[in-house]
């Protein structure tokens, strides 16, 4: 879409100062088109952040075009963290009449074309300016509430429900709209929830006089989370003045070590590959975090059983802790057992995706070392074998570790050979599919043995290898996790896992986001 539109001018352009934690992290800005009766809005965000030690710059672009009914025709993003550059285009018209969506990914330079499937519900009415005049809209007939049913491209093709609540409407001093300073102007302020992802933001909007080209009103001057890694914000300002402000900041926001769990009790037996331990999990918020029992792990509810039990005396703060708090049990003498019936089961975590491409030629030829090395120590490698000769082979391939690498797909670590536990664990699952063993990626908290004299958790990612039984039709989930010097530990606290398939993009992640910053560890037994 991109060389359809070159040439078109903007109707619009908007810029704004981002900040995380209060400190200036970089730039964004909206764009919006309109060409032969289609509308395009482009949102494109810069920023400079601390990985560790390491600097990283995140370019992120999304793009949305709709039909003057805000019907959404084609979607898509492009991220580049450090040199790691990925896009997804989505085509919802294409394919409309199979009811699929068409969908294209290209990482690394690696084109991939797949599909997924397309709206069941309500057509997607909502494109990003049709969500900008019903706010308009809403504001005039004096509306409280407004529900969308809309794309978010860095969430993947599937509609998504945006609930937003009008809060007030005041007087705010907004920069940007004048050289002279901050300018005292009615807003809107909006509260939005979007399906699947626990976090509330605001949104600030000011209407515009009316103009003649065809554009909403509405404009957005302030956007606002309370992520867990700290408040972003991004604020209404003048290109020159954003990018002034980004050059001026010294200090960038750091988003590895500011994210450790600290633990007052040290893991025993850590390295030994077997036993289990038990870990208390409670969320900074009060709710019960909700956490998978999946792979080694089983969770139980704590303090609903036991509730009528608990002696009059015991501290009320424990009492609520206990209620809303889990056990993590790890035992690695246990996997999931999954019974498959249908081998659809087992297609969605061998399919190669632009993340985890197990057809991938440098992937393949890792794939035959494995077969290779194994057959001649010890003959045909049953899928047990096999599955720790990728983690080996991963280990090997991968020679130099650090944080600024971004995230790369495994098709690019495998060329590169560099990467975090991120690229571990990708090239580890393509591998895993090239050897014909389904794979998917797993993400949560990984123990960090002393850092300032504590033990703490850190976030983190690995994979697991889907192995049969001796009993015919059951399988097993087993964890692997190439960033150590054994194939698994107890050390890890699983909190979601994903096929990383094309149609998901960033959706795993973004789940899982609520729960950064938000966990307090415990180590229990």
């Known amino acids: 879409g991109e060389e359809e539109w070159s040439g078109v001018a903007a109707v619009r352009e908007y810029d704004y100062t981002v900040r995380i934690k209060g400190a ?23 920023a400079e952040v601390d990985r ?13 075009e709709e039909d003057k009914e805000g019907r959404v025709l084609r979607a898509g993003y492009k991220q580049k963290m450090a040199q790691q550059e990925i896009s997804m285009d989505y085509d919802y018209v294409t394919k ?8 294209v990914s290209v990482q690394g330079g690696q084109r991939h074309e797949s599909e997924a499937p397309g709206p069941t519900g309500p057509e997607v009415r909502a494109g990003r300016i049709a969500m900008l005049r019903q706010v308009e809209e809403g ?7 407004l529900n969308f049913v809309t794309v978010k491209p860095e969430m993947g093709p599937t509609p998504v429900d945006v609930k937003t609540k009008l ?5 705010e001093a907004i920069r940007g709209l004048s050289s002279e300073g901050p300018t005292s102007i009615p807003v809107s302020k909006w509260t939005t929830t979007v399906t699947g992802i ?30 867990p890694l700290g408040k972003l914000e991004a604020d209404f300002e003048s290109k020159e003045a954003a990018q002034e402000a980004m050059d001026k900041e010294e200090k960038r926001p750091e988003l590895v070590h500011s994210a450790y769990i600290p633990l007052e009790r040290a893991v025993k037996k850590l390295w030994d590959g077997k036993g289990k331990v038990v870990y208390r999990v409670t969320t900074k918020s009060g709710e019960r975090p909700e956490m998978p029992e999946e792979g080694y792990q089983m969770v139980t509810a704590e303090g609903e059983e036991e509730e009528e039990e608990e002696e009059e005396d015991e ?18 003498g246990k996997g999931e057992r999954v019974a498959v019936e249908d081998k659809k089961y087992l297609e ?51 020679k130099l570790s650090n944080l600024a690498t971004g995230f790369a797909s495994a098709s690019e670590t495998a060329r590169t050979k560099t990467g975090d536990c991120s690229e571990y664990a990708v090239l580890l699952a393509a591998i895993l599919r090239a050897l014909g063993l389904p794979s998917r990626t797993c993400s949560g908290l990984v123990y960090l043995e002393e850092r300032d004299g504590r033990a703490n958790f850190g976030w983190h990612m690995w994979s697991q290898v889907l192995l049969p039984s001796q009993e015919e039709g059951v399988y097993y989930w087993q964890d692997l996790d190439a960033t150590l010097p054994i194939p698994f530990s107890l050390g890890h606290i699983l909190l979601g896992t994903s096929a990383m398939s094309d149609a998901e993009a960033h959706t795993a992640e973004l789940k899982l986001v609520s729960l950064i910053g938000n966990l307090n560890v415990e180590v229990v037994g």
């Open 139 to 145: 504001l005039r007939e004096g509306k409280k509430e």
């Open 348 to 398: 969605s975590f061998l399919a190669p995706t632009a993340m985890v491409d197990g057809s991938d030629e440098e992937v393949q030829k890792l794939a035959q070392r494995v077969v290779q090395k194994l057959e001649t120590y010890h003959g045909p490698p049953s899928p047990r074998v096999l599955a720790k000769g990728a983690w080996a082979e991963t280990k090997r391939t991968i």
């Open 167 to 171: 809060v007030a409407v005041e007087e």
């Open 315 to 332: 501290d009320e703060g424990r009492k609520k802790e206990k209620k809303n708090s889990v056990l993590v049990t790890v035992d690695l």
């Open 96 to 103: 409309a009449g199979e009811g699929k969506v068409a969908v």
């Open 198 to 227: 626990s976090l509330l933001s605001s949104e600030w909007y000011h209407q515009q006089d009316d103009r003649e080209d065809g554009m909403p009103a509405a404009v957005m001057v302030h956007y606002s989370v309370d992520s």
């Open 52 to 64: 560790g030690n390491d600097k990283v710059t995140l370019r992120f672009k999304t793009v949305v």
């Open 24 to 46: 200036v992290a970089g730039v964004m800005s909206m764009k919006l088109y309109e060409r032969e009766g289609v509308y395009r809005s482009v949102e494109a965000m810069e």
